[in-house]
């Protein structure tokens, strides 16, 4: 049995890992300052012996003895990292310090959640790991791309100075249960503007386009990556390479939930990325050759149903 840290786990993403590292047999101890994460998404793992919640914010240091860190505690939708874009960076740079700071003094294996924003607006298509991107470092975005940024080069200097085992995962844009209604992603956004038949907002003229991960693909290939060769760092691009454009996205959400919503147009975001697609070869090489297994449409049904009890509990 491991001990095992999840920054961020009372996030979408953080609570799908806390669930599955619980069902394999470890402890987890789930740390989260609530800012974009729900105690809702973990409360039923609340009563399990092996499980362990504790408010914290990632900014501050935190002594604790385990043997795995995954570090995922960052707001992650574009509306709420830029919320307070000061505090977006302190959380990916001090949380990395942090985090790195306790894996060192305890000799914990560390992942890093970094995100395909490292690639920024990118002028090479499809990404793969040995692209560096194309950020601006004064945008809207780059409380988020640049922290992230350097969350990557701090936990390189931390194995290559101090020797810390670490992994560097790049995720590419994720979906399914347990995204916050409000989270104002993408797919969340359109699900439940179409389950209230409310109009669907299409930022610009809908052809950029984004390719989407369902979540238990990201978990398997995070888990993966945690327990990968030693000496593997990554970073490593952990994402769904099948592209769709967001007035397709648009179209399949509207036909899947039947909904009479309308698409209107709302003027694109500041540097808002135009394409993105993951290049796999290496997560497929690494990871016993780990790739996405769930479809654009299957991970819909399975997202449309958690929203549609979600709004209908709330009713
Ligand atoms: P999320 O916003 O649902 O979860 C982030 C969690 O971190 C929340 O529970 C939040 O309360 C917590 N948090 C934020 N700031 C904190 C702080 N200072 N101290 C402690 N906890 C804090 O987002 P998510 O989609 O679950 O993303 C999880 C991680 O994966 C993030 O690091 C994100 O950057 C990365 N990521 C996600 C995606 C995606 O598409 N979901 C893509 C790329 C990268
Ligand atoms: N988007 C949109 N309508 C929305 C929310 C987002 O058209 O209500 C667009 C957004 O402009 C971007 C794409 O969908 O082009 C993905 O946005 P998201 O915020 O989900 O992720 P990111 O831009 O960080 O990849």
Redesign the pocket.
Known sequence: MKRILI??G?????SHLCERLLKEGNEVIC???????SKKNIEHLMDHHYFELVR????QPYMIEVDEIYN??????PV?YQYNPIKTIK?SVM?AINMLGLAKRVKAKILQ?S???VYGDPAVHPQPESYWGNVNPIGLRSCYDEG?RCAETLFMDYHLQNEVAIKIIR????YGPNM?PNDGRVVSNFIVQALKGEDITMFGDGSQTRSFQYVDDLVEGTIRMMNSRDGFTGPVNIGNPVEFTMMELASKVIELTNSSSKIINMPLPQDDPLQRKPVIDLAKKELSGWEPKIHLEEGLIKTISYFDNLLKAEQ
């Open positions: 920054t961020g009372a996030g979408f993403v953080g740390m989260d300052n609530y800012f974009t994460g914290h914010d990632v900014t995922m505690a960052c707001p992650a939708s709420h959380t949380g959640a995100t395909s924003e992230k995720i590419f844009n994720t916050n």
